[in-house]
């Protein structure tokens, strides 16, 4: 599996974190790769562009609210990003919503919780159906 990742300072341990412990995925590193101050929207709009061109890829955006990078990467066509605080809202998102951007509140869940809300985005499948006349709305 490809994930598209990047952050923002506030975002940048949770990013490397997720990483380091999910060796079995490669992920594309969009940055920053270090703690210096950065702009969200620029590493949310270089992650967004990356996953609207290639449809086989997720993203996940990570920054202190998680809410600037959901805002940021939805402006674009073909994403649909959806800000994550609990498993069961990662797993909605991509079986009801078909959520393709992941976007996790860096100060406001541990890494244990980050690490469940991940592991179920990326293994959950969107059920289409009734699901699909709504996500065609969007």
Not at 103 to 108: D, E, G, L
């Amino acid at each position: 599996m490809n994930i598209v990742i990047a952050s923002d300072h506030a975002g940048f341990e949770l990013k490397k974190f997720l990483m380091k412990n999910n060796p079995n995925i490669i992920f594309k590193d969009l940055g920053p790769y270090d703690i210096s101050s950065v702009d969200y929207p620029d590493y949310a709009h270089r992650l967004a562009k990356e996953v609207s061109e290639n449809t086989q890829s997720l993203g996940v955006l990570i920054c202190g609210s998680g809410n600037g990078v959901c805002m940021a990467a939805n402006k674009h066509p073909k994403i649909r990003a959806a800000l994550c605080w609990s498993v069961e809202i990662a797993s909605l998102a991509k079986q009801h919503n078909d959520a393709n951007v992941l976007c996790i509140p860096a100060r406001f869940i541990d890494i244990a919780m980050a690490q469940q809300i991940f592991s179920t985005f990326i293994t959950q499948i969107f059920e289409g159906g009734r699901h699909q006349v709504r996500v065609n709305k969007i």
